[in-house]
């Protein structure tokens, strides 16, 4: 797992196709990682599970990280990992710092290439991206991306693969 950095990665060059699935506010549903599972099987692709971490403008984006935030950002990150794994689906998760979750994901998308970005979309009682953030991710995103929202039947359902705190 690593906490990003501002250099451009060049370590993925020539290698499988990576899947981006970036989310934040403390939690994954599960219904989009079994997606990004899927995907990733299909596509011989490397899962990216990207903890989107937001930092207030009171804190420098480069200050320590909040205890709190890494307590809901590493449980998820492992446990995606772990599904990964028993996926048989290589896995290469990260946290990245932004002032927004879009902030955030520009920052990654500025020093890494993704072949593939799966969003999730809001749906009743679930977490996801604004349709604004997904308009912007659709407008900047380089590669193919993917908007998933659980169905109504799906979004009754209580998530089931990641903790939430």
Known sequence: ???????????????????????????????????????????????????????????????????EELDRALPILEAVELAARRAGVPADARIERGRSPVDALRRLWEVEEFERVLIPAPAPGRAGFSTK???????????????LRPTPDEALRKPRATPTP
Do not use: C
């Open 133 to 147: 953030d997904i308009a912007w991710m659709l407008e900047h995103g380089l590669g193919e991306i993917i908007v």
């Open 1 to 67: 797992m690593r906490l990003r950095w501002r250099k451009r990665d060049e370590t993925h060059k020539d290698e499988q196709p990576r899947l981006l699935v970036p989310f934040s506010n403390g939690s994954l549903d599960s219904s989009v990682l079994d997606a990004a599972l899927r995907i990733a099987q299909a596509q011989d692709a490397v899962l990216v599970p990207a903890y989107l971490l937001v930092v207030p403008l009171e804190f420098a984006l480069d200050a320590p990280v909040q205890h």
